[in-house]
């Protein structure tokens, strides 16, 4: 028991929360928004000034017609699209049969998904470089050859949404793991099946909707990690958006520069879609 | 789970789908002579299709020609690609102009005998020499080979050098008052944070070559690149030492005012910046001269093996050469052309100066060198 | 619903990762052992020597300033922003790190390149010496863009764990502000703390991109440039194994500091039920 010396703030609950630190956090919220802004800011500056020609957005118009832009980017689309299918396909029966029916394969689960948390993509690249050379030699003279080759196949590499499913495994993981925690999904799954739903009705009609936050969440973490990935694209020889980026940063600065702003513009643009289109959990 | 009818039609989509993909490497199995009974893949020489025209005739019914790592302005690739496509008719497939020596090598390896596998490979030194050793090339002599200088040359044509250059300090005249022309003057204080390299010298070959450059001009040898990267440290300590990597952007930007790097990279670029209103010029260091070349080889699994031996002649003959000086590079038959006069006397002048005979350092001398600027390099730079 | 064919639904999903995943490690494991097809240590020798060694530390250099500073100024913001009237502050801040703590790479390289860059917007009116970015701490602020964001993401859901009625009854009992802190305070926020650390420490280490694109490279020794520059070069030839077994030494370190974060991850969940 203290004695009631020298305290100001006994029973004033409220307001000395945010009477002392007021200025406190003004300056914090002041420093941070300068040390992210500033570089947005000057970033813009930077592609539309050039001290020989002023003031234009060249660099814009530029962007669109340059050589590559349009192919690189489709093909990140639709390697984070593939990736988002394949993964919530693989993930989510496995996540749901562990939950109905195997509970004993939970911990295998939890630890084989956080498992890639801890091989950095650039060793996974790594090991992933030597079995694709190894395969190559090994299967040559099988039918499987060319199952290998068709996989790298440039137009749209499967080697690389193989590749991004098992990056992105972890946060999907979580993210469908507190989605389904927060649904009762034994009785939900049960009561349907009682009622004479097929197995796919089930999926498609009870499970999924009331996983909507945690699918958005996790086809937000897809896309986002898909479209930034460098590693594992550059290593492998590829040429996705993120590889483009750096192969044109070499001819032309501005450019390069401009389209980082649009890919963070994009980025925010598929957390607002995702987070729109999925709409609230209901309760 | 699935009715038994759904399951059977899973099984069946699936197998479909797998035996699409499959099927075993076309190298495994027979091969398939071209027409005549010539086989492109085995030929050493144009003799052996029976002259030059028929070797043509063979590379235009393949019709095509996979390269890759030629960036379009190094040693005037851009315009010999171009030149090859319009005098043969033969599409020229360029692929990631930015690969490395290594990648290079990979995608022989990883792509044997598919038909995305590269057809002719353009290398470091080193590379040539590790993959003949492997096996991955296929001998071929083009028909100027008794011209090119021994030592410059794989005795069976398993590799063959192209082009090459010195070692030079690149320079914007406009912002900096005296371009150095010595690794000496770099070290002075006028140049604060201005000196750059064409990358990391573990990753890139000029930049290794520039470390290497420096060692010889600060009492090193061949046998010897410590002085090298101690003239590096001496840099950095100095404050001199710029770690961006050159390209025409940061030169363009003035965030890479000195440069060194090839004299054919340094030249290509003079005539690209005056037109962004930069002068640059260009100047081979007189105490740290070294000179290397680069080295054509043919891939032994081409997919295209007659198109691969024309770009081959196409590359060695005097129109190829003059090409390759066009980009300020010195083509392997200079001294050949000079003195049977095919040379493009123009070009020829444009050349950086450069006084002397290069000398060129052993395979095993180079490797020592690599290995050990591999060990101390990190530590130097960053202490 | 039979419990015994419950493990089909699993089986797809093993099957791709012992294919896609184990393979690739395996392929690490064998080949940072072998040398010219024989086993051998000398690839484990070598990347623990000279070069390889250095950049090593440097990685686990930069990675943990990164952490340290990444989790006391994110906390800062994230405190700030939590404890705000304005929920329109709060929901802007925090969806904007949303998008920042994903946004790494090889735009953020480009944003800082531009801003602090040796021709930079900003460096000349600060007049930065040349070439400031591209050192040690410039690599740290360059991470920090990405780490911070995360911290405040782990940290904001802490933090509203920290019921007011504790701060009310703390302060009933007479405690001061520094009181509650050490007490009750950080004590509840440690394990998310820790966690948040061993996270930004992950991230930082595993970065490759914005290093490769910052071309920092030349300076601040990294490891995973390093094994990059093993694997694709033009100037070293054979040293692919040693690639490997860097690659092994960096899960090695990361499986450490990940051994860490699981167990606090778990407890922190625990206060914020």
């Given at each position: 028991m203290a004695a009631v010396t020298g305290l100001e703030q006994p029973l004033v609950t409220a307001s000395p929360r945010t009477a002392r630190p007021r200025a406190w956090r003004a300056v914090v919220l002041l420093l941070a928004g300068l040390y992210f802004l500033v570089p947005l800011g000057a970033s813009l500056w930077y592609t539309i000034y050039t001290p020989t020609m002023g003031v234009s957005f060249e660099a814009y118009g530029e962007l669109l017609t340059a050589e590559g832009f349009a192919s690189s980017l489709a093909l990140s689309l639709g390697l984070g699209l593939a990736t988002i299918a394949l993964v919530l396909l693989l993930t989510l029966p496995a996540m749901l049969a562990v939950r109905l029916s195997a509970p004993r394969l939970r911990p295998v689960m939890e630890v084989l998904c956080t498992l890639p948390l801890v091989v950095p993509p650039i060793t996974f690249v790594a090991g992933l470089g030597t079995s694709l050379r190894t395969g190559a030699e090994v299967l040559a003279?099988?039918?499987f050859w060319a199952t290998l080759i068709a996989v790298q196949d440039?137009?749209?590499?499967?080697v690389l949404v193989l590749a991004y499913v098992v990056l992105v495994l972890p946060f999907v993981y979580r993210s469908l793991d507190a989605g389904l925690r927060t649904m009762d999904v034994r009785t939900l799954v049960e009561a349907a099946r009682n009622l004479g739903a097929s197995w796919p009705h089930v999926l498609l009609r009870v499970v999924v909707p009331n996983l909507r936050s945690a699918l958005a969440s996790a086809s937000f973490l897809t896309l986002a990690l898909v479209f930034g990935e460098f590693t594992v694209a550059r290593l492998l020889g590829y040429q996705p958006f993120a590889v483009w980026i750096v192969t044109i940063s070499g001819s032309r600065g501005q450019v390069s520069v401009a389209v980082s702003i649009l890919s963070l513009l994009l980025i925010w643009l598929l957390l607002l879609a995702v987070s729109s289109a999925f709409g609230r959990e209901k309760k | 789970m699935f009715t038994p009818r759904a399951r059977v039609a899973g099984v069946i989509a699936a197998l479909t789908v797998i035996t699409a993909a499959c099927g075993a490497a076309p190298g495994t199995q027979q091969p398939s002579a071209s027409e005549g009974g010539v086989n492109a893949r085995t030929a050493t020489s144009a003799a052996d299709f029976g002259g030059l025209d028929k070797l043509v005739e063979a590379a235009k019914k393949e019709g095509n020609l996979h390269v890759i790592a030629l960036p379009p302005d190094w040693a005037n690739y851009g315009e010999i690609i171009k030149t090859f496509e319009a005098k043969y008719g033969i599409k020229i497939e360029s692929e990631?102009?930015?690969?490395?020596s290594a990648d290079e090598i990979n995608a022989v390896k990883t792509r044997k005998g598919q038909d995305r596998a590269p057809d002719v490979l353009d290398l470091g030194q080193s590379f040539a020499i590790s993959g003949a050793t492997e096996g991955l090339f296929a001998p071929y002599k083009v028909q100027t080979f008794d011209k090119i200088p021994e030592g410059q040359k794989e005795p069976t044509g398993l590799w063959t050098n192209d082009y090459g250059g010195y070692i030079s300090i690149g320079c914007d005249a406009k912002k900096i008052t005296t371009c150095p022309t010595s690794f000496a003057d770099l070290l002075k204080p006028e140049y604060k944070g201005k000196v750059a390299l064409n990358g990391n010298p573990t990753k890139s070959g000029s930049a290794f070559a520039g470390v290497y450059a420096a060692s010889i001009a600060s009492g090193g040898s061949f046998d010897d690149i410590q002085p090298g990267i101690d003239f590096f440290k001496k840099l950095k300590d100095a404050g001199n030492f710029n770690p961006v990597e050159t390209t025409p952007a940061t030169i363009e930007k003035g965030e890479t005012q000195i440069s060194i790097d090839w004299d054919y990279n340094n030249a290509a670029y003079a005539p690209q910046m005056t037109a962004k209103g930069i002068d640059w010029k260009v100047n081979v260091p007189s105490d740290g001269k070294y000179f290397q070349m680069y080295a054509q080889a043919v891939n032994k699994d081409a997919p295209h093996p007659a198109a691969a031996r024309l770009w081959q002649e196409f590359l060695y003959s005097p129109e190829g050469q003059n090409l390759y000086l066009k980009g300020f590079a010195r083509p392997v038959l200079l001294p050949v052309m000079e003195s049977d006069g095919t040379v493009d006397k123009a070009a020829a002048e444009a050349l950086p100066e450069v006084e002397g005979t290069p000398t060129f350092p052993t395979t095993e001398q180079v490797d020592a060198a690599k290995a050990k600027l591999a060990g101390g390099w990190d530590a130097a730079i960053s202490g | 619903m039979t419990r015994s064919r419950g493990w089909l639904g699993a089986l797809p999903l093993l099957a791709f990762y012992a294919f896609v995943f184990g393979l690739p490690l395996a392929a690490l494991l064998v080949g940072a052992f072998t040398s010219q097809g024989r086993p051998t240590l000398a690839n484990m020798r070598q990347s623990l020597e000279g070069g390889n060694l250095t950049s090593i530390a440097g990685s686990v250099q930069v990675s943990a300033v990164v952490a340290l500073l990444g989790a006391v100024l994110g906390t800062f913001l994230a405190y700030a922003v939590v404890t705000s009237r304005f929920a329109a502050l709060r929901h802007s801040v925090l969806t904007a790190s949303g998008v920042l703590a994903n946004f790494g790479g090889v735009p953020l390289a480009f944003f800082w390149v531009a801003t602090l860059g040796n021709s930079g917007v900003v460096s000349g009116l600060l007049g930065l010496p040349s070439g400031a970015l591209y050192t040690f701490w410039g690599l740290v602020v360059v991470y920090l863009y990405f780490s911070v964001p995360l911290m405040v993401l782990v940290m904001a859901p802490a933090l509203d764990g920290l019921r007011p009625q504790w701060r009310e009854a703390a302060a009933n009992n007479g405690a001061t502000s520094w009181h509650y802190w050490r007490y009750v305070g950080l004590p509840v926020l440690t394990p998310a703390l820790l966690g948040g650390v061993v996270l930004l420490f992950g991230g930082a280490f595993a970065a490759y991109a914005t290093a490769a694109a910052m071309g920092a490279g030349t300076v601040v020794p990294l490891v995973t440039l390093k094994i990059a520059n093993a694997l694709t070069s033009d100037v070293l030839i054979g040293q692919e194994n040693v690639a490997l077994a860097l690659s092994l030494n960096m899960i090695v370190i990361a499986g450490l500091v990940m051994a860490v974060y699981l167990p606090l991850q778990r407890r922190s969940t625990r206060w914020l039920r």
């Open positions: 003279p099988t039918p440039p137009a749209f590499p499967i | 990631d102009p930015d690969a490395a | -």
